[in-house]
């Protein structure tokens, strides 16, 4: 099985598709990056770690704090990305933290026909 890292961003309408990314597949472990706020009034079906930051903070620093939180607790070689939430400093953030970890990376989104890598 593969970990899921996905970001909760602060627009809510992206959340439902998150929701339904963790409940439609099978993943090792779930890994949300969000604010206290997403931690807060996120809800889903599976249990997930939530990894907290600051995405006010420089580019640089974020992918450091994502780096450090994610260290350690991922066994495999490769993790499923879903990047429906968050914004493009935040994704750059994570790929930034994904690769000075050494992990592959696969990009998993919902479609019509369940969750597929794209």
Known sequence: ???????????????????EVIKNEEWEKIFIITDEFGA??????KEVEFILVNPKRYLKDLSLDIKKNLEGKIMD????????S???KEHMALLSAILKLGLGMRFVALTPKGVKEI
Not at 77 to 84: D, K
């Open 40 to 45: 807060k009034n996120f809800q889903a079906e």
């Open 77 to 84: 070689t490769e993790v499923a990305i879903n990047f429906i």
């Open 1 to 19: 099985m593969t970990n899921l890292i996905t970001f909760i961003g602060s627009g809510k309408g992206t959340w439902a598709h998150v929701q």
């Open 86 to 88: 968050g914004n493009g």
